[in-house]
């Protein structure tokens, strides 16, 4: 086998998804093995093994010894190995990894995570016994040392040495083995903060520290602590997750960031929190690449998994990116693809509020027990259990590889129905009804509220339950249609390939008058660091994307825009400002373009510095002539029982028509083609879903 193989593995909570593309003669393989929430690592490597050995003449002479640690895997044939991981995001979510978090700050800014923000969740109105969420890091565990910078990064008052010594013993003598630390203004010059880690390293050495000037060298003190303090939270675990992989496969591979760019396992280490969204943020630029051969520059990507289903928006080719994300109740200030996610997945469970209402999610069956239909002991009715019920989704998942208990299915569906005075498809069908309109809450905050309108995009659903209920959001929102690629619970797992190395850069730099040269030495520094970085990773061809970050003055929160190549002089000044008005007036409304009262401030600028790979290539697929033809049929409830047409996906060429009503089958997913609507399949295998009213 040639060296041009590629893999791609995306951890999820109930399948661990993975693809391979052979470079050399185009062919993709994807596949499947049930994730290992236990040991993430376990699934990884059955994934690597399964895929390996349906490409063949990947394992050696002797035989298959079985998805193990991996003896019988010759991963020499392998040129890289790209992974989608959970582990930093589930530690947050869950609110483990802070029990031994310590944290240093600047003497007199020891209530810095007391103060936060005020930020009162939806609205006054609906908040008034709201109380802030609890610390990362108990107000005990939080030390100050002595020392002060200006906002320009000039010395105050110098650090103290002897009361650093005191608080790394301190931490040291209690087993406080996670710290992060935040001075004041370190942003501007980050001196202090490494003395502190050296006082660590040398007091101190088992623990794992983090630097605010490391992670996020940008103003704003509350954020930049958190920011902070969620990256020494899960360092210590993904060095464990990561050096346990790196062990079994003997090898190095690489991660996928936020950010919407990938970086090697030994790089991650050193900065964990960007990963925090990682396999979403690989499913959406799966997705764009989907959306894109297919000639549609913008997209709405709905990620439809079992727990959950992530929502973003694609505009000119590129999903937008954010600094303002969260994860749980964490705000993480670092570039991230702008990503809402709600609780409907297909293991979301169906449950009467004490009004006698159903309700559905955001509370989770997982992968174990998982749907009452899985038959692994659960018993609350999920999404899927509806669909089961409804006959919409076949009585096995993986091609017959996890059958489904069906009758079990129908007896939860029948004793909630029982317990709401509806008839059982009533019940099921309201299920799925209230999971759309979860769903499609999600797309609106990603569009509406970023003033976008929703009816511009079509939607490329995707996951294991994204198809689901393609029809129905098409309903709801009035959008253009639904594009349903290929082997749709791997798109997460095929944006893994489609990546670019990139690290983000970032420097504080206030200024309504700011110099040319000042932000040329800036920019020049930034570049710096991206070359090492992209240096390190091997890469011969670096590119640079510059981005500034504007507001008027007065303004609380900035707008960022591109800013161009070439030299920074006052006509490069005036082109970024330019866009910033024009940017300011596209998202609010208005722009103060020819009033001087309102001056212009420059806040941050950033450097992504990016290392090129070559994406696979998607094939066209061959012409149907003729009409397709279903491969079985069974009863399918949509506004009423009826025998329905099965086609298999495999079966469909090129130009192929499916008139509902009908089912779509295929190996990871299934799409329902509701009455009133017609699924095409396009040159490149997505299949084109739009109503026919």
Same mark, same amino acid.
């Given at each position: 086998?040639?060296?041009?193989?590629?893999?791609?593995?995306?951890?999820?909570?109930?399948?661990?998804?993975?693809?391979?593309?052979?470079?050399?003669?185009?062919?993709?393989?994807?596949?499947?093995?049930?994730?290992?929430?236990?040991?993430?690592?376990?699934?990884?490597?059955?994934?690597?093994?399964?895929?390996?050995?349906?490409?063949?003449?990947? =394992?050696?002479?002797?035989?298959?010894?079985?998805?193990?640690?991996?003896?019988?895997?010759?991963?020499?044939?392998?040129?890289?190995?790209?992974?989608?991981?959970?582990?930093?995001?589930?530690?947050?979510?869950?609110?483990?990894?802070?029990?031994?978090?310590?944290?240093?700050?600047?003497?007199?800014?020891?209530?810095?995570?007391?103060?936060? &923000?005020?930020?009162?969740?939806?609205?006054?109105?609906?908040?008034?016994?709201?109380?802030?969420?609890?610390?990362?890091?108990?107000?005990?565990?939080?030390?100050?040392?002595?020392?002060?910078?200006?906002?320009?990064?000039?010395?105050?008052?110098?650090?103290?040495?002897?009361?650093?010594?005191?608080?790394?013993?301190?931490?040291?003598?209690?087993?406080?083995?996670?710290?992060?630390?935040?001075?004041?203004?370190?942003?501007?010059?980050?001196?202090?903060?490494?003395?502190?880690?050296?006082? =660590?390293?040398?007091?101190?050495?088992?623990?794992?520290?983090?630097?605010?000037?490391?992670?996020?060298?940008?103003?704003?003190?509350?954020?930049?602590?958190?920011?902070?303090?969620?990256?020494?939270?899960?360092?210590?675990?993904?060095? +464990?997750?990561?050096?346990?992989?790196?062990?079994?496969?003997?090898?190095?591979?690489?991660?996928?960031?936020?950010?919407?760019?990938?970086?090697?396992?030994?790089?991650?280490?050193?900065?964990?929190?960007?990963?925090?969204?990682?396999?979403?943020?690989?499913?959406?630029?799966?997705?764009?690449?989907?959306?894109?051969?297919?000639?549609?520059?913008?997209?709405?990507?709905?990620?439809?998994?079992?727990?959950?289903?992530?929502?973003?928006? $694609?505009?000119?080719?590129?999903?937008?990116?954010?600094?303002?994300?969260?994860?749980?109740?964490?705000?993480?200030?670092?570039?991230?693809?702008?990503?809402?996610?709600?609780?409907?997945?297909?293991?979301?469970?169906?449950?009467?509020?004490?009004?006698? @209402?159903?309700?559905?999610?955001?509370?989770?069956?997982?992968?174990?027990?998982?749907?009452?239909?899985?038959?692994?002991?659960?018993?609350?009715?999920?999404?899927?259990?509806?669909?089961?019920?409804?006959?919409?989704?076949?009585?096995?998942?993986?091609?017959?590889?996890? /059958?489904?208990?069906?009758?079990?299915?129908?007896?939860?569906?029948?004793?909630?129905?029982?317990?709401?005075?509806?008839?059982?498809?009533?019940?099921?069908?309201?299920?799925?009804?209230?999971?759309?309109?979860?769903?499609?809450?999600?797309?609106?905050?990603?569009?509406?509220?970023?003033?976008?309108?929703? &009816?511009?995009?079509?939607?490329?659903?995707?996951?294991?339950?994204?198809?689901?209920?393609?029809? /129905?959001?098409?309903?709801?929102?009035?959008?253009?249609?639904? $594009?349903?690629?290929?082997?749709?619970?791997?798109?997460?797992?095929?944006?893994?390939?489609?990546?670019?190395?990139?690290?983000?850069?970032?420097?504080?730099?206030?200024? +309504?008058?700011?110099?040319?040269?000042?932000?040329?030495?800036?920019?020049?520094?930034?570049?710096?660091?991206?070359?090492?970085?992209?240096?390190?990773?091997?890469?011969?061809?670096?590119?640079?994307? +510059?981005?500034?970050?504007?507001?008027?003055?007065?303004?609380?929160?900035?707008?960022?825009?591109?800013?161009?190549?070439?030299?920074?002089?006052?006509?490069?000044?005036?082109?970024?400002?330019?866009?910033?008005?024009?940017?300011?007036?596209?998202?609010?409304?208005?722009?103060?373009?020819?009033?001087?009262?309102?001056?212009?401030?420059?806040?941050?600028?950033?450097?992504?510095?990016?290392?090129?790979?070559?994406?696979?290539?998607?094939?066209?697929?061959?012409?149907?002539?003729?009409?397709?033809?279903?491969?079985?049929?069974?009863?399918?409830?949509?506004?009423?029982?009826?025998?329905?047409?099965?086609?298999?996906?495999?079966?469909?060429?090129?130009?192929?028509?499916?008139?509902?009503?009908?089912?779509?089958?295929?190996?990871?997913?299934?799409?329902?083609?509701?009455?009133?609507? @017609?699924?095409?399949?396009?040159?490149?295998?997505?299949?084109?879903?739009?109503?026919?009213?």
């Amino acid at each position: 086998m040639p060296s041009s193989v590629r893999i791609g593995v995306d951890t999820g909570g109930t399948f661990t998804d993975v693809v391979l593309v052979d470079e050399e003669t185009g062919q993709i393989i994807t596949t499947k093995t049930p994730s290992t929430p236990a040991d993430p690592a376990e699934g990884f490597m059955a994934a690597v093994h399964k895929v390996l050995e349906a490409h063949g003449g990947a =394992l050696p002479p002797g035989g298959d010894t079985g998805p193990d640690t991996g003896p019988d895997i010759d991963l020499g044939v392998v040129s890289a190995i790209v992974h989608g991981t959970t582990v930093a995001t589930n530690q947050l979510l869950e609110d483990r990894g802070t029990a031994d978090l310590g944290f240093v700050t600047t003497e007199g800014f020891e209530f810095i995570l007391e103060i936060a &923000r005020q930020s009162v969740p939806d609205g006054y109105g609906n908040s008034y016994f709201w109380v802030k969420p609890p610390r990362i890091v108990p107000a005990h565990r939080v030390k100050t040392v002595g020392g002060r910078l200006d906002h320009l990064g000039r010395e105050v008052r110098p650090f103290d040495e002897a009361q650093a010594v005191e608080v790394a013993r301190w931490f040291r003598d209690r087993g406080v083995t996670a710290i992060g630390v935040c001075f004041l203004h370190s942003y501007a010059d980050p001196s202090h903060e490494r003395r502190m880690r050296e006082v =660590l390293e040398r007091e101190h050495p088992d623990a794992v520290v983090s630097l605010s000037s490391d992670v996020l060298r940008e103003y704003r003190e509350y954020e930049r602590s958190v920011t902070t303090l969620v990256d020494a939270a899960v360092k210590p675990i993904m060095r +464990r997750y990561i050096a346990n992989l790196s062990q079994r496969l003997g090898r190095g591979f690489s991660v996928m960031k936020s950010n919407g760019g990938v970086l090697s396992a030994a790089e991650v280490v050193h900065q964990p929190i960007t990963t925090v969204l990682s396999g979403p943020a690989a499913g959406a630029l799966g997705a764009a690449l989907i959306a894109g051969v297919g000639g549609h520059s913008g997209a709405i990507t709905l990620d439809g998994g079992g727990t959950s289903t992530d929502v973003a928006v $694609i505009v000119d080719g590129e999903p937008s990116l954010t600094t303002e994300g969260t994860i749980g109740r964490y705000p993480c200030k670092i570039p991230m693809i702008d990503i809402v996610t709600v609780g409907a997945g297909g293991g979301s469970i169906a449950w009467v509020s004490p009004e006698g @209402t159903l309700k559905v999610g955001p509370r989770s069956a997982g992968a174990d027990p998982g749907p009452i239909c899985y038959g692994k002991g659960g018993t609350e009715v999920t999404v899927t259990d509806a669909h089961v019920y409804l006959g919409r989704v076949p009585p096995h998942l993986l091609g017959g590889e996890i /059958s489904l208990d069906v009758a079990a299915a129908r007896s939860g569906i029948e004793a909630l129905a029982g317990k709401l005075g509806l008839t059982p498809e009533r019940c099921a069908t309201g299920i799925l009804e209230i999971s759309a309109f979860n769903q499609s809450n999600a797309i609106r905050q990603i569009t509406v509220k970023r003033g976008l309108d929703v &009816r511009d995009f079509p939607m490329v659903a995707f996951g294991g339950s994204g198809p689901l209920l393609a029809c /129905s959001l098409i309903d709801i929102l009035g959008l253009r249609a639904a $594009i349903v690629p290929p082997d749709p619970g791997n798109v997460s797992a095929f944006g893994l390939l489609t990546v670019d190395v990139k690290n983000d850069y970032v420097r504080t730099q206030v200024s +309504r008058d700011p110099a040319p040269e000042s932000l040329r030495e800036i920019f020049a520094e930034l570049e710096a660091e991206a070359a090492a970085a992209l240096t390190r990773e091997g890469f011969a061809d670096h590119v640079y994307a +510059r981005t500034a970050d504007l507001r008027y003055f007065g303004q609380a929160y900035e707008v960022r825009v591109a800013a161009p190549d070439g030299p920074v002089d006052e006509a490069w000044l005036a082109a970024v400002t330019e866009r910033f008005h024009a940017e300011h007036e596209r998202l609010y409304g208005y722009g103060y373009r020819d009033d001087p009262r309102h001056a212009v401030e420059w806040v941050n600028l950033r450097v992504s510095g990016i290392g090129p790979i070559t994406r696979p290539t998607i094939a066209r697929r061959p012409r149907q002539e003729d009409e397709p033809s279903p491969v079985s049929t069974r009863d399918v409830f949509y506004e009423q029982w009826g025998r329905t047409v099965i086609y298999r996906r495999a079966d469909l060429g090129a130009g192929a028509v499916v008139r509902g009503p009908a089912v779509i089958e295929e190996y990871g997913s299934t799409l329902p083609v509701h009455p009133g609507f @017609t699924a095409t399949m396009d040159d490149f295998g997505n299949l084109l879903v739009v109503s026919d009213s």
